[in-house]
Structures are given as structure tokens and as C-alpha cells.
């Protein structure tokens, strides 16, 4: 069964940074790509980030510059590292992959439990 384990959420003020990290456990054969969404009170999700298999990545437009993303293959681990926060950024952040298992015969998309970002202005 796999896992997605979230952590580095926290209380920020503006202009300061924090760093995401999720990790992906239990029968991973494979990791297509993982990232970031966000989702604010009241607002639809949002994807932040997200990096594929062969390197290349992608962010939302409103990143302008301060977020990256990376991922360390061996641990199964995506990074997002924010900077520049503004109050605006303040949301619950959830780490989604797009995995594949048992021996690549199966393809599916994970979701982690979420990681509460609060930037104070």
C-alpha cells in the first residue's frame, strides 16, 4: 500500500521560507511524477508544482520565481522549497504522485494527508 508521508508545514512570517518534504513508501515500483497542490478556505485546489520522471518541471504561474521543486529518486522523496512567502501562499498543501507498483502493471495517483502552510502579514 503506498504511502505519501508530508512534513516541514508551519507558521512563517511574510517574506520568509519553509520547505516541503514528502516521501513515498510501500510497493513502489516506479514514480512518474510527484508535486505539490495547495488548497486555501473557501478556493478550489491548485497545483503548485510538480516534477516528472525524466527531470522536467512545471509551476503555477503565481510561483513567479520563489518555489522549487526537486526530488531525490533514491528516497523517493519530492522537496518543494518556498521562499519569498506572502500571506497570500497561506494554504493546506498536499503532496500528490503519480506511482507505479507492482512491477509497473499497475499506475496509479496518491495523495498525502496534507500540511497546514500559515504565512502572517
Known amino acids: 500500500q503506498v504511502q505519501l508521508v508530508e512534513s516541514g508545514g508551519g507558521l512563517v512570517q511574510s517574506g520568509g521560507s519553509l520547505r516541503l518534504s514528502c516521501a513515498a513508501s510501500?510497493?513502489?515500483?516506479?514514480?512518474?511524477?510527484m508535486g505539490w497542490y495547495r488548497q486555501a478556505p473557501g478556493k478550489e485546489r491548485e497545483r503548485v508544482a510538480i516534477?516528472?520522471?525524466?527531470?522536467?518541471?512545471k509551476y503555477a504561474d503565481f510561483v513567479m520565481g520563489r518555489f522549487a521543486i526537486t526530488i531525490d529518486k533514491f528516497e523517493n522523496t519530492v522537496y518543494l522549497q518556498m521562499n519569498s512567502l506572502e500571506s497570500e501562499d497561506t494554504a493546506v498543501y498536499y503532496c500528490?504522485?503519480?506511482?507505479?507498483?507492482?512491477?509497473?502493471?499497475?499506475?496509479?495517483?496518491?495523495w498525502g494527508q496534507g500540511t497546514q502552510v500559515t504565512v502572517s502579514s
Open positions: 500528490y504522485a503519480d506511482i507505479s507498483i507492482g512491477l509497473g502493471y499497475w499506475r496509479d495517483d496518491y
Open positions: 516534477i516528472f520522471s525524466d527531470g522536467s518541471t
Open positions: 510501500g510497493g513502489v515500483f516506479a514514480i512518474n511524477g
